[in-house]
T-cell receptor, first 110, second 110 residues
Framework: NAGVTQTPKFRVLKTGQSMTLLCAQD?????MYWYRQDPGMGLRLIHY???????AKGEVPDGYNVSRLKKQNFLLGLESAAPSQTSVYFCASSPNYEQYFGPGTRLTVT | RKEVEQDPGPFNVPEGATVAFNCTYS??????FFWYRQDCRKEPKLLMS???SGNEDGRFTAQLNRASQYISLLIRDSKLSDSATYLC???????????FGIGTKLQVIP
């Protein structure tokens, strides 16, 4: 039982490049979330999903897209990376209100 | 005013001391409250839920004061291993509004 896993762990992008972050959970949770964490800002919700095939915007969705084609996977895409998207990205899954986080992806955009 | 406010600290306390953190929230309709713990460069992990009646788990006690709109976390007999950042989490509007505080950093010194 791996819990929540994230791929990749680290990535450096150039401005304008695109990439997809993968989150996978093996706990059969309905709810999944993508956050970013920046110094002095705390965790901020980017997008979330309440079930397979559904997604919704969180607090800071601009510049990101998501998809949840399978219940266990939640993908976060950056179509055209900007330096302002340099951050640590955490994925979480939840059976109800308690959230279980993945280990994070450290992304640097130069 | 921020939706969820925490004193970022750091709180430097000696081993064995009792320390308390508060977290204030602005939305009086907030429904659920949690404390998470985050170690340096790691993912947040659920520490405990906060119920109206209070919640105790070993050396940790969480309380909710709806009238004054704050939650608190009390740690008794602090251990070196308690050194971490403690995040306050407030849920409003079901799963649509998950707000994290910026966290309070605790350093327990020998």
């Amino acid at each position: 039982n791996a819990g929540v896993t994230q791929t990749p762990k680290f990535r450096v992008l150039k401005t304008g490049q695109s990439m997809t972050l993968l989150c996978a959970q093996d706990m059969n949770h309905e709810y999944m979330y993508w956050y970013r964490q920046d110094p002095g800002m705390g965790l901020r919700l980017i997008h979330y999903s309440v079930g397979e095939g559904t997604t919704a915007k969180g607090e800071v969705p601009d510049g990101y897209n998501v998809s949840r084609l399978k219940k266990q996977n939640f993908l976060l895409g950056l179509e055209s990376a900007a330096p302002s998207q340099t951050s640590v990205y955490f994925c979480a899954s939840s059976p109800n209100y308690e959230q279980y986080f993945g280990p994070g992806t450290r992304l640097t955009v130069t | 005013r921020k939706e969820v406010e925490q004193d970022p600290g750091p709180f430097n306390v000696p081993e064995g001391a009792t320390v308390a953190f508060n977290c204030t929230y602005s939305n009086s309709a907030s429904q659920s409250f949690f404390w998470y713990r985050q170690d340096c460069r790691k993912e947040p992990k659920l520490l405990m839920s906060v119920y109206s009646s209070g919640n105790e788990d070993g050396r940790f006690t969480a309380q909710l004061n709806r009238a004054s709109q704050y939650i608190s976390l009390l740690i008794r007999d602090s251990k070196l291993s308690d050194s971490a950042t403690y995040l306050c989490v407030v849920l409003s509007g079901g799963y649509q509004k998950v707000t994290f505080g910026i966290g309070t950093k605790l350093q327990v010194i020998p």
